[in-house]
């Protein structure tokens, strides 16, 4: 999809395959791999496909410090207390400025930090979700464009916050630079959008802020350094193989 989506990289499956078929060090790639040269899109799903199933973040020192509890709720004993306060607040519920409970885990669930579950309030099979960056979408309608429902519009997946902190620039459109700047709109920018839901709106509309300090927020930037997995990062196999 990525390949044929128009917004994305516009390809016919037949441009797809010439392209790769252009260049000289692919045949003996498809060779290594497949037992011939022959190049098709299926055998480049199957590469991409298996690629991305070994991006596998296991080693950060969240998982290391994760061994030695049994329970993500209390404290690490080998983080700081500045990365243990900022895992509460990621963790635990706190009330936002409408009243109502939420925090980071709701949407960024599991130990993954992943939205892998659907939610009741969404139709889809795929966690995504509307976070009040705007008022209104008129362009980027988000997942309404793939399955129609206006209920969908501005909602997006939900991504992992596994290596956060060096994937910037942050949100589906690239609109923040840095962490600082996410955690300032959850504490004071969300926005009164009408694919809005819980706990960001209340059941009378009233539009929730985390409303953070700034001693949370640094705490939270520290906690979500902590999902930094450097050994992974610095794996030969993940390394630019046009260098």
Sequence with gaps: MPFQDEIEM?????????????QNYYPTLFKDAFGDETITSDRISKS???????????????????????????????FTPQENEGKQLFYLPRELTNGVSGNCVGCHQTEAFVGALPNRALTLTTFATTNGLDLSSTTDLGVNEAKGNPNDIGKFKVPSLKNIAIRSPYMHDGRFAT?????????????????????????????????FTQEEKD????????????????????RNPFK
């Design 219 to 238: 705490a939270l930037i520290a906690f979500l350094n902590t999902l930094i997995d450097n050994e992974m990062l610095t794996d030969e196999k993940y």
């Design 48 to 78: 991409l496909a298996q690629f991305i199933r070994s991006l596998v973040s296991v080693t950060s020192k969240y998982d290391q410090a994760r061994n030695e509890v049994t329970s993500p709720i209390v404290d690490f004993p080998s």
């Design 10 to 22: 516009g390809l016919t499956l037949t441009e797809l395959i010439n392209i790769v078929s252009e």
């Design 179 to 211: 962490l600082e700047e996410v955690i300032d709109h959850y504490s004071s920018g969300v926005q009164n959008h009408p694919s809005l839901i819980t706990p960001l709106i209340s059941t009378t509309g009233q539009v929730g802020q985390f409303n």
